[in-house]
């Protein structure tokens, strides 16, 4: 008799695996991961101290409401506890954004290019991805945004700074389109990136959420706060959306050294914001040298820069490693590179002046 495979869900057909920016290879040319937007410092002061008191009670269960992180954070943003959620990474919350909007039948709205969990995340809900693409200058395109909501739109992402390209997009236009969003539609802010602002007219969406409660805010401790591998993300949103993230969250999501050293790292600010400052000169030096070089490059409010490499971007990406760092290709789209250690971007630098020389 012939064995049949469990049924799985429809939807999952053809929904591609998550791709992480690739390690540099041990004892191979390549010294310099910026491929995945993470932090190049080690943990702030006191993270390591509070993680290894954590790693003493591993037998035990963690904190299910991390409460003491929960606590903190009210106290840093201003926000009520009851406003609060956490989960494994800003992903994980995001997921549980989809699961308790959206399925089969409702439509998701992002931009595109964006984040690449957005589709994945949102097809596995079962809900219909409707992608707006960016516009000419890279930049969330509100306007047609604003124009792709319809009766079974669910849940819009805003990406702000947008991964891969690092644009922004600004308060006057950012207002004029969440007032044109109705009411009973949730708008996700995913500012995974919103420490390396330097745009003062970039606004703060945890100010935007106050009155209007269909508004959420997606942050994470994965980029300025170094905690990448310890999966800890939040959401700051009106009840009943941060009341329905708590009732879905996976229970013990996130670890008790997660929960510790999240609060150890907002209790470092003042080094946190040393380092953030450091990463966004190196930015701007970077970004200041490509252009210098002659390239094309959108304007950048993250930690990473985005070249529109188009066909020759998987070139691109082999001529850098080639160099010593690994850049994260989006094949025929582009190369989106992590600010890094200086010597890193050093040796980017390098490898970008010699293409372009050969172009
Ligand atoms: N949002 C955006 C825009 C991101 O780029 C990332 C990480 N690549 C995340 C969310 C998720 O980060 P984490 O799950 O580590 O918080």
């Known amino acids: 008799m012939s064995q049949k495979s469990p049924k799985l869900r429809a939807v999952l057909d053809g929904i591609p695996a998550y791709v992480p920016g690739r390690p540099a290879a041990a004892g191979g040319p390549v010294a310099y991961k910026l491929s995945s937007n993470e932090n190049p410092y080690p943990p702030l002061p006191g993270v390591m101290e509070s993680a290894i008191a954590a790693a003493g009670t591993f037998n035990r269960y963690p904190d299910l409401a991390c409460t003491a992180l929960m606590n903190e954070l ?36 992002y931009a595109w290019r964006s984040f690449e969990a957005y589709p ?33 739109t669910r849940m ?28 009973d539609v949730l708008v996700v802010l995913d500012e995974a990136y919103r420490e390396f602002n330097r745009d003062t007219d970039v606004p703060d969406g945890i100010e935007l959420y106050r009155d209007r ?22 959401a700051v949103a009106h009840e009943p959306v941060a009341a329905a993230l708590r009732k879905t969250a996976v229970p013990f999501g996130v670890s008790q050294l997660g929960q510790d050293a999240a609060v150890a790292s907002l209790r470092a600010e003042d080094e946190l914001w040393g380092r953030v400052g450091s990463l966004v000169t190196e930015r701007n030096r970077v970004y200041e040298g490509l252009v210098g070089q002659g390239w094309t490059v959108p304007e950048t409010q ?27 290709p989006f094949a025929g789209e582009g190369v989106r590179v992590t600010i890094g250690e200086t010597e890193g971007n050093d040796l980017f630098l390098q490898a970008a002046a010699a293409f372009r020389k050969e172009l």
Request: proline share 5%; charged share 20%; glycine share 10%.
């Open 74 to 109: 009210a106290e840093r943003f201003g926000v009520p506890v009851s406003h609060l959620a956490t989960g494994t990474g800003s992903v994980g919350v995001a997921q549980s954004l989809l699961q308790i909007t959206s399925g089969p039948g409702d439509e998701v709205i």
């Open 156 to 183: 819009i992402f805003v990406c702000n700074p947008n991964n891969p390209t690092g644009t922004v997009v600004r308060r006057a236009e950012l207002e004029r389109f969440l007032d044109r969003v109705p009411s």
């Open 120 to 152: 994945i995340i949102t097809r596995i809900s079962g809900a219909t991805p409707v992608q707006v693409p960016l516009d000419s200058g890279d930049v969330h395109d509100l306007d047609a945004m604003a124009a792709a909501i319809t009766e079974r």
């Open 213 to 234: 409660p269909n508004v959420a805010v997606l942050r994470t401790f994965s980029k300025a706060y170094g905690l990448a591998g310890l999966r800890v993300g939040f």
């Open 302 to 328: 993250a930690n990473f820069v985005w070249l529109r490499l188009g066909g020759r971007t998987v070139d691109f990406a082999a001529a850098c490693e080639k160099a010593g760092v690994v850049v994260r």
